[in-house]
């Protein structure tokens, strides 16, 4: 049964900083991996998605990484800014039944 | 502009009562579906259904209902079989054939129990 942890849970950093939030999956057979942006009582916004014959998917100042042989994901956010905080989640794609599996997410917060 | 409309935005359910959410897509998607999100969790999946008139139950599906008689719907009754039904519900839809592009998630529903 695939897993999907997010390392860590929370995180707080000060505004311009740049950071990397975590992604791993414990079953490789993935076709695509796809990071989320929550903020409170939202829907998710598609912030980028990663085929898994990629290695990475840029979108401005985010940069994500796929690893699929070792069961990660990395989201580089540079020059962080308090309009980032939210929660970020990361969602793997599972074969022919098209259903994602979510990761219980990082809560950024970005300090002014 | 395209997207999902999920209605409404807050509800409200008594002990014992049925309520039902609206999912309305205008994207031509062929795939929706219906998760269930608990504070601090991750989603997990309620009901999808990746063609009209068809239908699979995820993960947690004991005490919903789903129809998809058109593609642009698909409605989630919560019945009063589901013991715990407080929780922020989202959809979502996507292009079934193809793995190419994401899904596409509506700005959900709150439903509490008083």
């Known amino acids: 049964k695939q897993e999907v942890t997010q390392i860590p849970a929370a995180l707080s950093v000060p505004e311009g900083e740049n950071l990397v939030l975590n992604c791993s999956f414990t079953?490789?057979?993935?076709?695509?991996l796809q990071w989320f942006r929550q903020d409170p009582g939202k829907g998710l916004t598609s912030l980028l998605l990663?085929?898994?014959?990629?290695r990475e998917q840029t979108s401005g100042r985010l940069n994500a990484s796929l690893d699929k042989s070792s069961g990660r994901s990395t989201l580089y956010i540079a020059a962080s800014q308090p309009g980032d905080s939210a929660t970020y989640l990361c969602a793997v794609l599972m074969d022919s039944s098209y259903k994602l599996i979510f990761g219980s997410g990082t809560r950024l917060l970005v300090r002014p | 502009d395209g997207g999902i409309t999920q209605s409404p935005k807050y509800l409200f359910r008594k002990e014992g009562q049925n309520v039902t959410l609206s999912c309305e897509q205008n994207?031509?998607?062929?795939?929706m579906y219906w998760y269930r999100q608990d504070p601090g969790q991750g989603l997990r999946l309620i009901y999808y259904?990746?063609?009209?008139?068809?239908?699979q139950k995820g993960d947690i599906a004991e005490g919903y209902s789903v129809s998809r008689e058109k593609k642009e719907s698909f409605p989630l009754t919560v019945t009063s079989a589901q013991k715990n039904p407080t929780a922020f519900y989202l959809c979502?839809?996507?292009?079934?054939?193809?793995?190419?592009?994401?899904?596409?998630f509506g700005s959900g529903t709150r439903l509490t129990v008083v």
């Open positions: 979502a839809s996507s292009i079934y054939w193809t793995t190419n592009y994401g899904y596409t």
């Open positions: 994207l031509n998607h062929d795939a």
């Open positions: 990663i085929q898994s014959s990629q």
């Open positions: 259904s990746q063609i009209v008139n068809d239908f």
């Open positions: 079953d490789s057979a993935i076709y695509n």
